[in-house]
């Protein structure tokens, strides 16, 4: 990374409309990525995810600030493990804009994460990850996260 790069990871706040702006632009830029599914959203979706993820009482929003410019996003939510009988954090979207991967800057990402688990009392951080998503999952190794024991099969149904 260079030495001139400065990168702040700080909390968004979805009353402020600088936060909204780079959520919906980092969030739907993600989904047009090819590891987002190359998918975007309708007007309607766009006001609607805003206004849920504003009052939504489990969501964590952090952006990545480099050099003043808002270039990473990290979408969370808690939700509890009943085994561990505690909250658990779990890391739905992260996206750093294609021109700053690889240097560094997922990682702080995942840092300022634990540290939001490690306030909240957390027992652990989950996150899915496409298994052909080779960049991410070797950020995520390299984060000390492993593949869950007795591998499980991620299940959807739409409604």
């Known amino acids: 990374m260079n030495e001139d790069r400065e990168v702040k990871i700080i909390r968004g706040d979805l ?13 739907s830029e993600f989904m047009a990525d090819e590891m987002g599914g190359k998918i975007s959203w309708t007007k309607d979706q766009k006001d609607k995810v805003v206004n849920d993820m504003r009052i939504h009482p489990c969501s964590i929003i952090l952006f990545a600030i480099v050099n003043g410019k808002y270039a990473g996003l990290c979408t969370c939510f808690f939700a509890y493990s009943t085994f561990l009988a505690k909250p658990l954090l779990n890391i739905h ?7 700053l991967r690889g240097h560094g800057i997922g990682k702080k990402m995942v840092k300022a994460v634990e540290g939001v688990a490690e306030r909240n009392n957390c027992g652990k951080i989950t996150l899915e990850v496409r298994k052909d998503n080779l960049n ?17 099969f991620f299940w959807v149904k739409k409604i």
């Open 15 to 27: 009353s402020k409309n600088e936060h909204v702006e780079h959520f919906v632009r980092l969030t």
């Open 93 to 99: 979207d992260i996206y750093i804009e294609e021109s």
């Open 136 to 152: 991410a999952r070797d950020l995520y190794k390299s984060q000390g996260f492993t593949e869950a024991p007795c591998s499980r």
